[in-house]
Each structure stands twice: as structure tokens, then as C-alpha cells.
Nanobody, 124 residues
Framework: QVQLVESGGGLVQPGGSLTLSCLASGSIFRLNAMGWYRQAPGKQRELVAVITSGGRTSYADSVKGRFTISRDNVKNTVYLQMNSLKPEDTAVYYC??????????????????WGQGTQVTVSS
């Protein structure tokens, strides 16, 4: 059964932090690179961070130094630690398989299944 369940979003003030979690089914998670994506209202879904099955990470310039992606291969869970949040980080955040290296916000495959996402709102 295909499963992607994102959680951990919420309302946070600028400069604050959040940690997102994504529980993925083994068929998606196992041996695959995983990515975190986000979609703001009226915009295309964009890739922001990637982690390979071996733990190599890469990021969009817009989040580099502020976001950290990690994974637990026993729990089939991928995380996104977000620090120094900005209003422009406001979006629905999703996880899914990803490329092995970040090379652009829209450089990722076509995935038939997406989870419900988790809303992150950065506002004072």
C-alpha cells in the first residue's frame, strides 16, 4: 500500500523553527532518494531538499543553511528541520521520492501519488 503521511506543520513567527515528519511506505522509501517539496498558493510545487538512501543531502539555494533534511531508514521516515523561517516559506509541504541530487526546483520525476501535505504558515 502506497502511503505518504506528512505532519508537523503549523503557524510560526518569522525567525522561528519547525520540524516536519513524513512517514512513507516501504515501497516508496526503500533504496530511494527522498525529497521535500512545497507549494504556495497559485504556484507550482517546487523541490526544496533531497536526501539519498545513503544520507547525501542537497538543497535549494533559498533554504540552504536554514533547512536540514534527514531520514531514519528503520522507521521509513524523512524529516525536515526548518530554522530561521521567513514569510516566503509559507506553503503546503509534501514529501515524496526525489532525484539523487538537487538541480533545480522543478527537476524531479512524475509521481502518481502524493500525500495530503502539511501547512506551514510563517507570519507575525
Amino acid at each position: 500500500q502506497v502511503q505518504l503521511v506528512e505532519s508537523g506543520g503549523g503557524l510560526v513567527q518569522p525567525g522561528g523553527s519547525l520540524t516536519l515528519s513524513c512517514l512513507a511506505s516501504g515501497s516508496i522509501f526503500r533504496l530511494n532518494a527522498m525529497g521535500w517539496y512545497r507549494q504556495a498558493p497559485g504556484k507550482q510545487r517546487e523541490l526544496v531538499a533531497v536526501i539519498t538512501s545513503g544520507g547525501r543531502t542537497s538543497y535549494a539555494d533559498s533554504v540552504k543553511g536554514r533547512f536540514t533534511i534527514s531520514r531514519d531508514n528503520v522507521k521509513n521516515t524523512v524529516y525536515l528541520q526548518m530554522n530561521s523561517l521567513k514569510p516566503e516559506d509559507t506553503a503546503v509541504y509534501y514529501c515524496n521520492r526525489g532525484p539523487i541530487l538537487y538541480s533545480g526546483p522543478y527537476n524531479y520525476g512524475t509521481y502518481a501519488y502524493w500525500g495530503q501535505g502539511t501547512q506551514v504558515t510563517v507570519s507575525s
